[in-house]
Nanobody
Framework: QVQLVESGGGSAQAGGSLRLSCAYT????MSWFRQIPGKEREGVAY???????KYAESVKGRFTISRDNAKNTLYLQKDSLNPEDTAMYYC?????????????????????WGQGTQVTVSS
């Protein structure tokens, strides 16, 4: 049974930082998505089993995804936050070593989801 449990959300000032964590059990590719009420989930960062990463243009250079397989934990370091980063953040996973590039960032590519953690950035 795959389980994903996010933590680390909260409030921050614009320009500040937050680190999200996702505890997982034995899985391959992982990703962080975010969702604003009334909008579709947006893929923001992806990491495959071997550590190859991809980012949405809106977060490139500010967010860093990483994983520690020994600790079964996925991270999202978020720096230079701005109010547009306010959203519910979700950890997602699929039992695959890597995804085709055209599948990355799409909600339907992932089979397992955490419950989400809220991030609020104030100006």
């Amino acid at each position: 049974q795959v389980q994903l449990v996010e933590s680390g959300g909260g409030s921050a000032q614009a320009g500040g930082s937050l680190r999200l964590s996702c505890a997982y059990t034995g899985i391959g590719c992982m990703s962080w998505f975010r969702q604003i009420p009334g909008k579709e989930r947006e893929g923001v960062a992806y990491i495959d089993y071997d550590g190859t990463t991809k980012y949405a243009e809106s977060v490139k250079g500010r967010f860093t995804i990483s994983r520690d397989n020994a600790k079964n934990t996925l991270y999202l370091q978020k720096d230079s936050l701005n109010p547009e980063d306010t959203a519910m953040y979700y950890c997602a996973a699929i039992d695959s070593r890597a995804l085709p590039e055209e599948w990355v960032g799409h909600e339907w590519s992932f089979d397992y989801w955490g419950q989400g953690t809220q991030v609020t950035v104030s100006s």
